[in-house]
């Protein structure tokens, strides 16, 4: 079965606390990506992530990307309250354009 | 400006009444794919295409169809629509062939079906 668990589904979070998103996959692929999305509002590309080992840093969010272990991070350093949002991984199984999101982690950082 | 149109945004109809959303790029992309928003469940891919007259089956094509004559544009056609096609629609676009695969969304069509 083709599927993307993601975890924790909510998460809430302090400021300038650190915390980790993850995301597995139960297929082979090495393309993954991030998104978020804003309450209302349409997705936002984080990440690409298109090789094991991949590694990506934007502010306070870092992405990995581990091919063998079918498994993605996304870390939040120092978390601020602009982070609040709800993140999805997404993977497109077996490098086939078949793209299967994760149900989304909802971050609420909390002063 | 580089982005992915739709129409309409909000939208409610009663089961049975044929229904388009249209979804429009103006990017030159070769992808473009529909995906279907409900709580819980993230996205699901409904259909996409990798180039003109070219489509496939995503994870839950039940009850929809798709046409894709031009480029720019990638229709989502609900033949007959029925409640449990009320959800939250979007449209996306990437290229292909290059490093990036990154997709653009649409602002998302909100769909109620009584």
């Known amino acids: 079965e083709l599927k993307v668990e993601q975890n924790p589904l909510f998460l809430s979070m302090q400021e300038e606390k650190n915390y980790t998103i993850y995301c597995n996959y139960s297929t082979t692929s090495d393309r993954l990506y991030w998104y978020r999305q804003d309450p209302g509002k349409s997705l936002e590309s984080l990440f690409v992530?298109?090789?094991?080992?991949a590694v990506k840093q934007e502010g306070r969010l870092m992405a990995s990307l581990d091919t063998k272990a079918r498994l993605s991070t996304l870390h939040i350093t120092a978390a601020v309250h602009d982070l609040s949002a709800t993140y999805f991984c997404a993977v497109d199984m077996r490098n086939n354009n078949d793209m299967r999101f994760g149900a989304g982690t909802r971050l609420t950082v909390k002063p | 400006e580089a982005q992915v149109t739709q129409n309409p945004r909000y939208l409610i109809t009663v089961t049975g009444k044929k229904l388009t959303v249209t979804c429009s790029q103006n990017m030159n992309h070769e992808y473009m794919s529909w995906y279907r928003q409900d709580p819980g469940l993230g996205l699901r891919q409904i259909y996409y295409s990798m180039n003109v007259e070219v489509t496939d089956k995503g994870d839950v094509p039940e009850g929809y169809k798709v046409s894709r004559k031009e480029k720019r544009n990638f229709p989502l056609i609900l033949e007959s629509p029925s409640p449990n096609q009320t959800s939250l629609y979007f449209c996306a676009s990437s290229p292909i062939g290059q490093s990036s695969y990154e997709q653009y969304f649409g602002p998302g069509t909100r769909l109620t079906v009584t």
């Open positions: 992530l298109l090789s094991n080992g």
